[in-house]
Nanobody, 115 residues
Framework: QVQLVESGGGLVQAGGSLRLSCAAS????????MGWYRQAPGKERELVAT???????YYADSVKGRFAISRDNTNNTVDLQMNSLKPEDTGVYYC?????????WGQGTQVTVSS
């Protein structure tokens, strides 16, 4: 089992920045990829960014050039630096870890971008 705890959400004006952090605990040796998803009100959860254990990254088109995902394999953390935030970035952001064919999720952290 893997437990994930997110932090760093909040309210920010458009154009501002936020940094989300996620700490993994438990059976962390099984974790391969980690990532961030988000869910806006009335919409499905969508992929934001992922990073493999070797540092290969993937970004949704909507956040390319504005968001940066990073990972510390020693401390089992994954961060998401979000710059130039837009109101459409508003939602609950979830940390995800993949390990041994299973998906693990954090409880989510709210990000609200005001216009």
């Amino acid at each position: 089992q893997v437990q994930l705890v997110e932090s760093g959400g909040g309210l920010v004006q458009a154009g501002g920045s936020l940094r989300l952090s996620c700490a993994a605990s438990g059976d962390t040796v099984c974790i391969s990829a980690m990532g961030w998803y988000r869910q806006a009100p009335g919409k499905e959860r969508e992929l934001v960014a992922t990073i493999t254990s070797k540092g290969r990254t993937y970004y949704a088109d909507s956040v390319k050039g504005r968001f940066a995902i990073s990972r510390d394999n020693t401390n089992n953390t994954v961060d998401l630096q979000m710059n130039s935030l837009k109101p459409e970035d508003t939602g609950v952001y979830y940390c995800q870890a993949v390990g041994e064919g299973r998906n693990y999720w954090g409880q989510g952290t709210q990000v609200t971008v005001s216009s």
